[in-house]
């Protein structure tokens, strides 16, 4: 019989008895939220969305994160609630960029990648607003983030504050939006997790999120899988080099 380890000691904070909706992709940052949320709140569901991204490897990555989350963390696992994945696949009719074609991903003379699906976090946030407010849950967590947005206008802090504004009117109850990365920088959003969840949950990071462009899950690096070259995998390496590098 093989000896199990203690569950990883999570640091207790006072439980706010809210309910929280976390738009959750698969990836680094939204996994960075989801633990971040269970951490603080009394219950928590997920939202992700198919939008006919060019890869579905990080959709796949969805349910095997919250799994993982709840055999690692039992504290958290009795927190974390359904999952909900909506097919907005219509996107797609409104987009032509390098998430949603066979288009290599480059720069625009407006400065956006065009991976930029115009208005897309807007979009995200409304329509999990919607799905929140039937399911009774009153906060929206987002891994938006202005240090390395990559210039997308939908991400700043301001946006979303006006579109908190927004649906907490258009629904007549209070919708508040929560960006815990908003401030952070890559190297950052690991010391958070490694903060909230020890090096369990910065390996369950490495091991189960994605991030990568392209989406390769066949080249093993110390943080994480991908091509290794593609905005995205840079973006995560140099993250997680520099969060080594200070610690
Ligand atoms: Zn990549």
């Known amino acids: 019989m093989i000896a199990s380890s203690p569950p990883p000691q999570v640091p207790p904070t006072a439980i706010d008895p809210r309910s929280a909706l976390v738009v959750f992709s698969g990836g680094q940052d939204s996994t960075a939220c989801l633990a971040w949320a269970l951490q603080r709140f009394a219950h ?15 959709l796949s990555c969805r349910e095997p994160i919250r799994q993982a989350l709840v055999q690692t963390f039992p504290q958290w696992g009795t927190k974390l609630g359904q999952d909900h994945l909506l097919d907005l696949r219509l996107l797609g009719q409104i987009s032509d960029t390098a998430l949603t ?3 290599a991903i480059e720069m625009q003379s407006n400065g956006l990648p065009n991976t930029f699906v115009p208005g897309r976090n807007l979009l995200f946030l409304n329509f999990a607003a919607s799905v929140a407010y039937r399911r009774g849950l009153s906060v929206l967590v987002g891994g938006m983030c202005e240090t390395d947005y990559s210039g997308y206008p939908d991400c ?16 007549d109850t209070p919708m508040t939006v929560e960006t815990p990365l ?18 369990a949950l910065n390996e369950l990071i ?15 690096h110390p943080w ?10 840079q973006l995560r390496a140099e993250g997680h080099a520099q969060w080594l ?3």
């Open 101 to 103: 074609e066979s288009r």
């Open 182 to 199: 908003m401030w952070l920088t890559k190297s950052q959003t690991w010391a958070l997790t490694e903060a909230l969840g020890g090096q």
């Open 206 to 220: 490495v091991e189960h999120t994605h991030t990568c462009y392209l989406g390769d899950r066949t080249h093993r």
């Open 156 to 171: 700043r802090d301001n946006t979303l504050k006006a579109l908190q504004v927004a649906m907490s009117l258009g629904l």
């Open 224 to 233: 994480g899988y991908g091509c290794g070259t593609c905005p995205a995998c």
């Open 245 to 247: 590098a200070q610690r």
């Open 44 to 58: 928590v569901e997920t939202i992700g969305f198919d939008y006919g991204q060019r890869h579905q490897v990080e």
